[in-house]
Structure formats: structure tokens, C-alpha cells
């Protein structure tokens, strides 16, 4: 790979050790990839900030680069979500031990320049890239978000390399970063209408399944919401490793390029058929344990739409309604978050139960989520259901799944 | 039989291998503290990823997968090596700060669980004995 003399010094230590380091991660990668050269960056959304990710090794990792090397991001830098609520960590029964961990990393990355932003959805919260910019993020469903909904250019970092473009300022130009990789390699025919949160994340399921780490492109879906998509995004990335998609006449590159997909390209269908299929694999009647809304972290229009349906309700299951710091600020003044508690649901900050540690022994988990759907039960060692916001609602408040879809 | 690959990440190591059609997420896919697989409906749920030659399609799901390979590595119960068709971005990174010798572009059918595998990953081969 071509180095600048400035990448080179980097590469050579004059900057430090751990420049040197972050260095050589992105040229061993951008080596392997057949990258020509670096990319100028200065925007990061950094995953593996969750102790639950990182463990110890990831901890000692980010805590080396930031107290023995003394390092220092170039670039704005976003933190993912974690593994607590920052303030109501004992409230919600996280161990003291995981919980002291967990506030080590914070201090580490902080201390590097990090922004504590703790959430999937750092696009919700004021990093927004612009069109085309290279950036350097991780969390599965942002990628695919930041690359598909904004058309900012980013591979799927991890939190090794995110770290090592925000101390160098540079990523390796390869993958999603080049035009040629940006075109579709699929075509699905979607052939049933998408209703909810619900829908577009089971139609991501079943697509990310199938097309792993390609890029496929959507046709025949009408006006999407930021949260349609946002569900879309999440579900891709989980069953498969889904960085990129369009959508005709929607997403930007799909409209700008008439010509997005390749030559020959494969397609799928996803009709009544298909969402059946994904229904079944996430569904099991029983009395519901918990309710998981926000994964990705609920936006403000969900929070309100939470509270509408919870209005002077009251509920036998337990909700949670995940969602970032400022979202819920936002959601405390304009009065959801106290309508969604008098109804015994509860507001979690910073964290989820796919990154937070298991702290119930619960057996049946209902979710609009289809990434929250696949990760559960391995994670918290349950079953999920994965159904639409109301009908959860419904049967949180009966305490009961009869498992009618 | 010798397979040629291309080499991920560099480093030679024995082992047995634990062959799978499913990608893996090493978030969520696996426990860190124990290596086993957790993934329910995964076709290796229940084993154990400790000293063996792990050999899979490649990665899928969570960024948060580069630590956790890392991590079960670094609790000495991950796999001694790495075999994919095509390495994805994720547990390549995961690779390389676990310095795990690592190859892809291989035709994972010709092998099977069981097998002893001698992993040259710097010249991008796995040899492969079959133990029936």
C-alpha cells in the first residue's frame, strides 16, 4: 500500500507506540483487502464499549492506548452502546463487579476524546456524516444506516480498527469506501405490504440470511419511515453481515444511479410466504416474561407511540423501552417517559439487553425488533417472539403470548 | 491433502477442526468465558471452540465480534486457528489483535469435523489428515 510520508512516520513509531500499532492494524487490513492507500477521516462511531464485548482483553486493550500511551483521537469520535444504564445501573440489578468494569472502559475512552454517547443510534443524536464522507464506524445497524439511508462510505469496523482510525485519523481505502463495491448484487422483489417495525425487520431477517456480507437492493417499497428503516438496517446485519443496501427510489445512491445494480444479478422474492417463515422461527405462546422495545435505541416518535398505547394502562409484564440519553431527556420534557412509567414500563438509557449482562432469569421475551429477536436467546437464554408494537403491548398488559400473528 | 489458501493473518498451528455451513457471530454466537456456542438452532450449538481449527464461511452480525474473538482467545478457551471461504472485515480484525492464525479463500467442503489439521497460515495452507 501506498503510505503518505505522514502515514509513514505513523507506521514508524515517531508518533508513538500506539499510533504505531493503531497503524500497522489498518495496513495489515487494508493489505489484505488490496488497498491502494489511506482515506482521510474524521468521524468514528467507535463499537465495543460494552464490557459485556469487550471483556478483559478488550478493556486492558482501550485502557493501554489510553493511560499507558497517553492516546488521542484526531477525529470526533461517538461510543456505542454499553453495558448498563449509566445512572440507574444497581436499580435495574447490574452486578457491582460489572458495573465498576464497565465504568473502567468509560473512563479509558474518555479519557482517549471519545463522546459519551453510549447508543446505536448515534444518527438519532447528532452524528450525522454528509453524503459520501468516509467514516470509520461499527455497530452492525448503524453501518448499514450510515452507508444505505445517509450514503456516507464506511466498512464494518470493529472496535480495534474504529480505535485505530480515530488515533491516526485515517482508514485503509478499501470495500464500501470504492464506488465499484457500492452496486447492488441482489435484487428482492418485495411482494407483501410492509405494515410496521415488525415487518421491515423480518424482511431483513430473511434477506440477511441469504445474502451474508453482499449488497442488495430493494424494490417495490413504499415511503419507509426513519424507523422502518432503522429496522430494516438492524435485521440485515444480524442474520447476515449486511454493510450496504438500497432501496429504488428511496435510499440516495438508488436514486441518484439508475443503474445500481450489476449485470446479472439474482433475484429474491419476499412475499406472504417468506414473513411467514420468519414469524414462525420467532414465535411460542406463554405468559410473557418481558417486552423489549428500542433496538436499535427507540427514537422520540416510538417513545410517543409508546406512551400513546400505555396511556392509563397498567402491565403484568415488564417493559423495557431502550433508548439513548438525549432521546430520553427530549421524551422526560415533552411528558412520554412519565406515561410510559405510570403504566409500570421502564425508560433504560446507554445499554440493551444484547450488550448489558443477563441479569433475569426470565423464559419468554416478546420484541419489535428481529436483531433483538436473534440475539436473546443465546444471550439471556430464552425465547422471543417477534411481533408488532401494539400487539406486544396487548399482551404485556394481559401478561399473556397466545401466539395467534 | 493440502489446500492453498491466502493468508489473513500469519503463524502455523495443529489442530482438530470444527467444520460449520453457519457463519458466526463472535458476539452472540459464542460464550467468551467458556467457548461454547450458544447460538440457538446453530449447527455447532453446544461445542466447544477451545484448541480447535475453526472452519466456517465467514462472519455475520455485531461489530462487537473483533473483541469477543479476541476475548475468548485471550481466556484461553478459543480456537487455535481459522479457516473461512472469505474473510469478513469483523473476526479479521479480531484476528489480527489476537495475532490467531488465520486463512481464507478455501473450499470449506473438503473438510470435516474430526479432521487433524496442520495450519500454515503464513504460506496460506492447511494440511489436512483425515481420522475416522
Redesign the interface.
Known sequence: MKLTDEEKKMLSGEYGEMVKKSMD?LV??GD??GAKKMLKTNNVHS??V?YR??????LN?VKEAAFKYNSCSKCSMTLNTIGIDYDKAEELGFSKEFTSKQRELLKAYEKIGALGTYSCTPYLIGNIPKFGEHVAW???SA?AYVNSVMGART???????ALAAALTGRVPEY?YHLDENRLGDYLIKVETKLECDRDYGALGYYV?QIV??KVPVFENIKDPTLENLKALSAAL?????VALYHVKGVTPEAKINKNILKDDVEEIIFGEKEMGEVGRKFNKSGNVDMVLFGCPHASIEEIKKIAKLLKNKKIKSEIWVTTSKPVAELGERLGFNKTIRDSGAKIVTDTCP??SETVRDYDLMLTNSAKMA??A???W?LDTVLISMEKAIESAIDGYWGGDL | MKLQGRCIVQGEVNGEALVTNDNISFMGTINPNTGVVIEKGHELEGECLKDKILVFPQSKGSTGGSYMLYDVVKNGVGPAGIINIMAESIVVIGAIVAELPMIDQIDIDQIKTGDYIFLNATEGTATIERRE
Not at chain 1, 53 to 58: L, W
Not at chain 1, 155 to 161: D, F, L, V
Open positions: 492494524i495489515t487490513l489484505i483487502y463499537p465495543g460494552s464485548v469487550t471483556g478483559d482483553a478488550g486493550f461499527g455497530e452492525s453501518v466498512n464494518r469496523e470493529g472496535g480495534p480498527t470495500g440477511g451474508g456480507d446485519a444480524s442474520s447476515g453481515a444484547v450488550l436473534h440475539y436467546p443465546g444471550l437464554n
